[in-house]
């Protein structure tokens, strides 16, 4: 019999989305499984739509964020896959398992956090549910709309140039120390919606870093069917990165997670343009490579032009 843990998150879900590109595309179904968000159109106007689960022990565990922090943290992780398309949150729901002895309290915070998350961004929490579980789970699905362009991760071009927003490896690394039972806190994700939508208009692609930048790229990369080469001296790394890990700074980053940034592919003639957008961003807008022609495939390259051994892309639920 073959497990889950043998299969691994992300074969399991191509061949899952395999399956469902059988299904009739048509009008209604603009962008179907496979992408950050879905992209349907019951109406005139396009609708987003995403989800996604927190779950204690797994993505978090008690005591690593206070429960206002949690549930914005379930909003932000949610929102990020809207803003990887060029889009923004209309209407939220949230649907809670929490143990019988959760403090009542506890649960009103996250709740809290979560409306205070949301309506910051322009949305509403229309409904949800509550049942009893042996852990704290949260799953968040958004709807959303984009003003203007939707951006898949599927429109990368060979010669594209590759664009980080923020900073990468802080959240990893924080991980990493709460997991070794060191005190620290585990930073809130960055808000990049402005950011996705002050770049959709010139990106070709787009996908949001939560399993590792190397990871998400090669999902860009297959989706795109081309390469990526990325350079190491260029990643922005976190601070406490960088002090932390020194030379181990820049794999360590590209592989951990959480960071909840955007990647971009722009095409050449738009690269000039990379300067003068990023004031408006409200974060920095790093270049950290190239799409190339090839086999989907990502390389991380240090400064003499050597491709980098990595421990391994990212994260994966069951590998
Ligand atoms: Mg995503």
């Known amino acids: 019999m073959r497990r889950l843990r043998d299969v691994g998150e992300y074969a399991w879900i191509a061949r899952f989305v395999r399956d469902l590109s059988s299904q009739r595309r048509g009008a209604r179904i603009v962008v ?89 961004s322009g949305a509403a929490l229309v409904g949800g549910n509550l049942t009893a579980g042996s852990h704290l789970a949260i799953t968040v699905a958004l709807l959303g709309e984009a003003p203007g362009r939707i951006v ?31 005190r620290g806190r585990l930073p ?22 939560s399993d590792g930048l190397v990871q998400d790229v090669g999902h860009l990369c297959r989706a795109s069917g081309v390469a990526a080469e990325l350079e190491a001296a260029s990643l922005p790394l976190a601070l406490g990165c960088r002090r932390a890990l020194g030379e181990a700074a820049p794999t360590f980053a590209a592989t951990a997670g959480e960071d909840y940034e955007l990647v971009v592919a722009m095409p050449p003639r738009r690269e000039h343009l990379a300067a003068r957008l990023s004031p408006r961003l409200g974060c920095r807008l790093s270049r950290v490579g190239r799409l190339v022609a090839g086999p989907p495939g990502v390389r991380l390259r240090d400064a003499a032009g050597r491709v980098l051994a990595l421990p391994r892309d990212g994260f994966d639920h069951f590998a």
């Open 152 to 182: 898949t991760r599927a429109g990368g071009r060979a010669g594209d140039a590759l664009y980080v927003t923020g900073t990468i490896g802080g959240a990893g690394l924080a991980v990493r120390r709460l997991r070794a039972g060191r």
């Open 32 to 120: 179907g499984p496979g992408d950050d968000a879905a992209v349907v159109r019951p109406g005139r106007r396009a609708l987003l739509l995403t989800t996604d689960t927190l779950i204690e022990n797994v993505h978090f565990r008690a005591g690593w964020v206070s429960p206002a922090a949690l549930g914005r943290r379930a909003f932000r992780v949610s929102v990020s896959d809207l803003a990887a398309m060029g889009g923004g949150p209309t209407f939220a729901l949230l649907a809670i398992e929490a143990p019988p002895r959760l403090a009542v309290g506890h649960l009103d915070a996250l709740v809290r956090g979560f409306r205070a998350a949301a309506g910051a």
């Open 188 to 209: 809130d994700p960055p808000l990049r919606l402005r950011a996705g939508r002050e770049l959709a208009p010139f990106a070709h692609a787009m996908i949001d870093v």
